[in-house]
């Protein structure tokens, strides 16, 4: 079963940097899309920031110019740097990936696939 594993959460002062890590593994073909998406407290979950198996990024307003996704196609990872850190960029921070998973049939199915989930708190 395909899983996607987060980490480099923590916590941080305003203007501060944090690097988040993302890995999938399992019985994966391809991967096509990945993401990172937020949940702030009380708030709904929200994109960050995605990138396109041709390498094409898109960032919400809020994070333009302060965080970078990247990823490394043959570890099957995606991460997301994040400078200049504010208050407000606390959350819970998820990985997302579309991809084609090789089923025990032999037959592969196309699945959106979400980590776990970690924190990020800024500290103002």
């Known amino acids: 079963q395909v899983q996607l594993v987060e980490s480099g959460g923590g916590l941080v002062q305003a203007g501060g940097s944090l690097r988040l890590s993302c890995t999938a593994s399992g019985s994966i073909l391809t991967i096509n899309s990945m993401a990172w998406y937020r949940q702030p407290p009380g708030k709904q979950r929200e994109s960050v920031a995605t990138i396109t198996g041709g390498d094409a990024t898109n960032y919400a307003d809020s994070v333009k110019g302060r965080f970078t996704i990247s990823r490394d196609n043959a570890k099957n990872m995606v991460y997301l740097q994040m400078n200049s850190l504010k208050a407000e960029d606390t959350a819970v921070y998820y990985c997302?990936?579309?991809?084609?998973?090789?089923?025990?049939?032999?037959?592969?199915?196309?699945?959106?696939?979400w980590g776990q989930g970690t924190q990020v708190t800024v500290s103002s």
């Open positions: 997302y990936a579309r991809l084609a998973e090789r089923q025990t049939s032999g037959r592969s199915i196309w699945n959106n696939v």
